[in-house]
């Protein structure tokens, strides 16, 4: 009968140490992070066409730039429920994966609505 609870003991250690262990669906990370994408891209356009139409140059434009990504990563977050861990693997994903490619759509659509709105 030790001998009995001796392995049962094992097997419970085994299978909670593989419950700690966290595992994801590759699918669905991928899936997630094409949201990222999109939602910053999205957001990128609306903030450059913002920045635009309000004749922002130089520093404040790019301060609206971060403004805007900090909100998009503020809403992403609040979109998975504060539980980031749940569907993504780490938080540099949910805060910082898009950056760069966001910077460039903002730039691109904040020069061409401060031309359309100011220059002619």
């Not at 669906?25 to 450059?48: C, P, W």
């Not at 693997?89 to 904040?110: A, P």
């Amino acid at each position: 009968m030790a001998g009995h609870s001796d392995s049962s003991s094992s097997e419970k250690k085994s299978s909670e140490a593989m419950n700690d262990v966290p595992t994801y669906s590759a699918e669905n990370l991928q899936n997630n992070m094409k949201v990222i994408y999109y939602s910053r891209t999205f957001m990128s356009i609306i903030g450059g066409v913002l920045a635009g139409i309000l004749g922002f140059t130089g520093f404040m434009g790019f301060v609206l730039y971060f403004l805007v990504m900090a909100i998009t990563s503020i809403g992403l977050i609040a979109k998975a429920k504060f539980s980031v861990h749940a569907y993504f693997d780490s938080w540099n994903r949910i805060i910082l994966d898009g950056f760069m490619g966001g910077l460039m759509s903002f730039v691109l659509f904040w020069t061409f609505a401060y031309d359309i709105v100011h220059i002619f």
